[in-house]
């Protein structure tokens, strides 16, 4: 059974930085795409990044291109998103994620618990 588990949401002040991480099990993070979306209240879920299953291509959304970095670990099994330049704005609950079938983009079908991501001015 796949199971994706969030970790590292917390309060920081604008400006400040957190890494989220995503322990993957059930599977290996080299076979499958892994992504992040969020959901701040009131809002739609939204996309904010990818790693492609090879390792070797990242798609960013606009909001959090040039500070948001997503990353993986192979060796443990983990997905990062190390988050720089907070803004009130990125408040939301964060979601790791990832396709169902291996060696595939999309789309994102397992979804994690979530984290929640506070952003203070």
């Known amino acids: 059974q796949v199971q994706l588990v969030e970790s590292g949401g917390g309060l920081v002040q604008a400006g400040g930085s957190l890494r989220l991480a995503c322990a993957v099990s059930?599977?290996?993070?080299?076979?499958?795409?892994m992504g992040w979306f969020r959901q701040a209240p009131g809002k739609e879920r939204e996309f904010v990044a990818a790693?492609?299953?090879?390792?070797?291509?990242?798609n960013y959304a606009d909001s959090v291109k040039g500070r948001f970095t997503i990353s993986r670990d192979n060796a443990k099994n983990l997905v990062y998103l190390q988050m720089n330049s907070l803004k009130p704005e990125d408040t939301a609950v964060y979601y790791c994620t990832s396709p169902k079938a291996q060696l595939v983009a999309g789309p994102f079908e397992l979804w994690g618990q979530g984290t929640q991501v506070t952003v203070s001015s």
């Open positions: 790693l492609s299953w090879h390792g070797l291509s990242t």
């Open positions: 059930g599977r290996t993070v080299t076979r499958y795409a």
